[in-house]
């Protein structure tokens, strides 16, 4: 059973697009994140829903929308994709402290 | 403020020798802390973690790690390497439960035959 899983695993866009990474898990967990994971392999928290309420949003550009439609899914979408953009980017849930991470989606902006 | 400094970049061993990953970190009040292994091309992988108790905690694949407070760091430890064990392993901190990790910079480890 996936216990966080991501979609779509590779994603590559032209400058400018929209797209959408979606993230569901099974596990019950209250909690929610995403990161993203830059060229050098740095880890860094954009957003974190507790029960379906934002609660951590870092200096993430507001490009950058998260939305969480239930406690077991939690969606990024992003606006007009610039190059920078281009990382991998991780879901992860966490209930008793220890996050769970899913796969990981590569994007790849053009 | 909490952050995660993860000294060596690069960490090399022979199969059968011991391996040690350092971890030092900053954090208010008490640490919860972790380790993780990410392999090529995958996601993160939870190794182990402190929060409270016996300051040794072993996890996953014959791995433990030591909490000292006193040094503020949490190595990882594996008394015997496995060529398997290359990977990238992360150190994190978090000033409580479910909130957001803060990671170190990584460790690449590669264990040679």
């Known amino acids: 059973d996936t216990a966080v899983s991501q979609t779509p695993k590779y994603l590559v866009t032209q400058m400018g697009n929209d797209k959408s990474i979606k993230c569901e898990q099974n596990?019950?967990?209250?909690?929610m994140y995403w990161y993203k994971q830059d060229s050098k392999k740095f880890l860094k928290i954009m957003f974190s829903y507790n029960n379906k309420e934002l609660i951590i949003n870092e200096t993430v550009p507001n490009r950058f929308s998260p939305k969480s439609p239930d406690k077991a899914h939690l969606n990024l979408h992003i606006n007009s994709l610039e190059l920078g953009d281009s990382a991998v980017y991780f879901c992860?849930?966490?209930?008793?402290?220890?996050?769970?991470f899913g796969p990981g989606t590569r994007l790849t902006v053009l | 403020a909490q952050s995660v400094a993860q000294p060596e970049d690069q960490v090399n061993v022979a199969e059968g020798n011991p391996l040690t990953v350092k971890c030092t970190y900053s954090v208010s009040g008490n640490p919860y802390l972790f380790w993780y292994v990410q392999y090529p091309n995958r996601g993160l992988q939870f190794l182990l973690k402190?929060?409270?108790?016996?300051?040794l905690v072993k996890g996953s694949y014959g791995f433990e790690a030591e909490f000292n407070k006193s040094q503020t760091s949490f190595h990882l430890k594996k008394p015997s390497a496995l060529v398997s064990d290359s990977a990238l392993y992360f150190c994190a901190v978090s000033p409580g439960n479910d909130y957001k990790l803060s990671f170190g910079a990584g460790t690449t480890v590669t264990v040679r035959a």
């Open positions: 402190y929060i409270t108790g016996d300051n």
């Open positions: 596990l019950g967990h209250d909690t």
């Open positions: 992860a849930s966490s209930q008793t402290g220890t996050h769970r």
